[in-house]
């Protein structure tokens, strides 16, 4: 008869994959553990030595090693090892040596074997390697959202109402009378042979009527055409919720036509949204366009991270939020930018507003500095227009600073002459960046290589971008300048219970997870979308043409995505829990507020960081300018 | 400080002598199965951690309520093969215990005496050296279990782990320094000198899990402060 062992049951329950199993099974192999004491520094396994027995660590810490005797991974309390030698003829891949005085459990390989044929979870857990247990988290994580895992076409029920383009602004509203809706399609024919025969040629909605029909006093038999939106935005059929929600936020749109091979299939209208996301974002984007002064604007700030809180509250991903909060910042700006306007008069020649580094990425948090900068129109000239960008420049940064997006420490806004630069002059600038990187040149490349024209010309932000991405590609010494740049800050190799490893052993405190773990992750991401002529800015989707452009390590892929959505949402969700708390929110994490989930994972995102940098170095290699 | 704790005696021959002239069965069997070699390291060393609970501390007047027992050596401790016992003592319980142990009068009133165990308790530690936080608790407790039961006691070397820690702290120079600066002395009970060598802490107390823990406390303690070929006999008792 097995003596009950309620302490070692206990323990293992704590920590996957046991955690998982029934409370009887745990009991199980608690009964059938041998335990062994190490000192510091002693070897458990040597590469190549049998293995019959799967390791847990109960207390103390584990070095596992490559076999050129590079270090693997540090483990602590909870953490397996072993697995990979029994799944894999019963000898030793990784060596493991203690690092600290440890106490081992040791299962045997019947049991294990056992395990893995009873439990389906314990088999995926063991015969995943740590990067693959990443991303699963990763999804776990993220499966809880609706948004997530809707197809937007789950959202609305009813097929479009249209009319042809024939019909009068009479006829547009009795038919949106009779029908009840709130918006019409407006359907040409389709001149051409293939395709549907009518396409999309505009929407017409209520506010529609009320602010370009009875506002404006025109005849009723106009044609409806004259008071349409022309050529609206719209999505495919296949995109996902989240997605829909994103395209209504960044254009401010109440209604967006869901297109299935050019032929609407429906209209999604922002109540529909509203049901899955409580209408936080796109709520306060219209709110801040209706405010009338700096101050009003001000006393948002509050409702700003009252919606950052609920979207992480709501399980959004750190794509949704950091989109979220961006289309939020840009939004203040470009009210500021015509409150500006109201106050200056007009623009003497265009310009575009930029928005630079995170805001530019759509990866715009809670707490962040504005960096920004101005494009001119090549007529300016200093003595005449000099004036009024400067003063365009200090009312929009000051009013911004009153409205939480602290000054640019770096100096890295439109209010620094050095910011305010012609089309011509700011083409001039990033060919010399490109052409004579030096330090300084790098650094101004990670801030100002993710740019987004947010007001006046936007386009000119476009094709500024069309012409750096033409450039560098074309330059694979400035990659290579670009790519060292990128190694520059490195991750930590590790969470233990209550410090932060370093590569080289030391232990620290806290970690600031922007400076050590999304910051990096970004710039090693951007050098690869730059090589492949990406002209995505979003780290994820420029991770995507990277992905299809087929220049990552073959299976590692997606590796790097889930690494960076991993660093993002502890950052993000900590920063959430700071402002619940009413802290000033920070990037600072102390692995003592970490749940062992999160300690886990993060050890496995950095180590997934810390090889994709190993390999920009390889896939970037110094060349001869 | 070297202080040899076997010279006086020698086990090996108590035992072939007990062999000859015990009454009982089982303690007969005990004894013939014979006593590890003074001279075997620490390495070969077959263990058998042993922990008691008891309804008091007066070996004449309490008894033993629970054995836990793990047999284990230098490189394992086999939790598979541990031992739990509940035993039905001959006096009855005070309340005071109870609480104490956290065992309940049915599962006590239920338990078989210590007698119908003894079997299976002297089989599992023949041949085995024993070892125990604290030695006047188990090596009293069994021989005046047994006197009263048979007639007749027993005896065994041991490895006391509480008494290898007071050799470190509380003997010779460091206990000396301590009295010199007035120190508290350090404490040796089972929980501290675990935590002195990393060893986790445990909630549960019961004879298995601080059998279990006497097991892991010798093993850092050989670890830290023996050799392999260290011969037992220059630890036991």
Redesign the interface.
Known sequence: M???????A??LAQYPPFNDLPKEAVQEV??????????AGTDIFKFGDEIHELCVI???AVEIYRRNGELYNRLSEGDLFGQLGMLMNNRVRLPARTL????IY?IPENVFTELCDRFESFAYFVEMDDNSRLSHAVSSQNASNDLMISKVTALFSRGPVALDESATIREAAQKMTEEGVSSLLIMRRNPEDEGPEELLAGIITDRDLRTRVVATGIDLDTSVTEVMTRNPVTLDDDAYAFEAMLTMLRYNLHHLPILDNQRPIGVLATSDIVRYESQSSLHLVSTILRQNSVEELAMLQPQVNACFVRLVNEDANSHMIGSAMSVIGRTFKQRLLELAEEKLGPPPIPYCFLALGSMARDEQLVITDQDNALILDNRYQPEKHGDYFEELAAFVSDALNTCGYSYCTGLIMATNPRWRKTRDEWEACFADWIDNPDPEALLNCSIFFDLDGVWGKTEWADQLNTYIVRKTRRSPYFLACLARNALSRTPPLGFFKSFVMEQDGQHRKSINLKRRGTAPTADLIRVHALAVGSRAQNSFERLDDVIKADILPKGRETDLRDALEFISMVRIRHQAQDLEAGREPDNRIEPEDLSDFERRNLKEAFQVLSNSQRFLKFRYPYTRK | MSVNLSDAMDWQAFFRDQALVCDDDRLRLFYETGCVAPQTPLSETPFIALDFETTGLDADKDEIISIGAVPFDLNRIRVREARHWLLKPRRKLTEESVVIHGITHSAINEAPDLESVLGSLLEAIAGRVVVVHYRYIEREFLDAGLQRRLGEGIRFPLVDTMELEALLHRKGFSKFCNRVLGRKLTSIRLADSRSRYSLPHYAQHDALVDAIATAELLQAQIRHRYRPHTPISYLWL
Do not use: K
């Open positions: 097995e003596a009950e062992q309620i302490e070692i206990g323990f608690a009964c059938q553990v041998e335990i062994s004491y190490y000192r109960r207390s103390g600290e005085d440890s106490l040791f």
